[in-house]
Every structure is written in C-alpha cells, then in structure tokens.
Nanobody, 124 residues
Framework: QVRLVESGGGLAQTGDSLRLSCAAS????????TGWFRQTPGQEREFLTA????????RSTGSVKGRFAISKDNAKDTVYLQMNNLRPDDTAVYFC?????????????????WGQGTQVTVSS
C-alpha cells in the first residue's frame, strides 16, 4: 500500500506562487509515476501534470504549461507542484495521485493511490 499526503495549499492572491508537496510512504517501490490533479465542485477531476518515480520524464496539460511545474526529491520520496502566476480560476482542491502501471497517463481512473487533497484558493 502507498500513502500520499499533500500539503502546502492555502490562500493566495492573483499573481502569487504556491508550492504543493506530496509525501509518499509505504510501498513506494510499487510507484511508476505520480501526478497532480485538481477538482472544483461539480466538475470532473482535471489532470495537471505527472512525473515518473525516477524523475526522468514529465507530462503536463496545456492549461498549466509555463505556470505550473512538477518536480521530485528522490531522497525524500516527495513530489512538488510549483504553481506560479496564480489566477482565480486555479481555485480548487488539488490532489496527488500515484500509479503502479506503465505510462504517464492523464486519466484519473488509471491512478491507484490518492491523497486527501489540499485546498487552494486564489482571490482577485
């Protein structure tokens, strides 16, 4: 079993930066990749970006390219989401997820483990 714990969410203003963290524990040797998603009420969970557990490959969606960046600290088994130039429409609950199967996929159903989520609220 893999446990994921997100942190770093909170209140921000337009143009601010936040860094989210996702600490993995348990059977981390099972992880192939981790990803970040976000969700607003009534909407489907949206894929943002993913990184292989080795850290050698990433994938991002067009909506956050150039503003959000994923990275990994191998020594700490922690994945980060650096969010820059935040906008009010970035307001959402942000989730970290991990998968144990091959390929950096964007579908939430392909991820096997999920964190509890962290709220990010951006005011104008």
């Amino acid at each position: 079993q893999v446990r994921l714990v997100e942190s770093g969410g909170g209140l921000a203003q337009t143009g601010d930066s936040l860094r989210l963290s996702c600490a993995a524990s348990g059977r981390t040797s099972d992880i192939y990749a981790t990803g970040w998603f976000r969700q607003t009420p009534g909407q489907e969970r949206e894929f943002l970006t993913a990184i292989t557990w080795s850290g050698d490959e990433t994938r991002s969606t067009g909506s956050v390219k150039g503003r959000f960046a994923i990275s990994k600290d191998n020594a700490k088994d922690t994945v980060y989401l650096q969010m820059n130039n935040l906008r009010p429409d970035d307001t959402a609950v942000y989730f970290c997820a991990a998968k144990n199967s091959f390929a950096l996929t964007s579908s939430p159903t392909s991820y096997h483990y999920w964190g509890q989520g962290t709220q990010v609220t951006v005011s104008s």
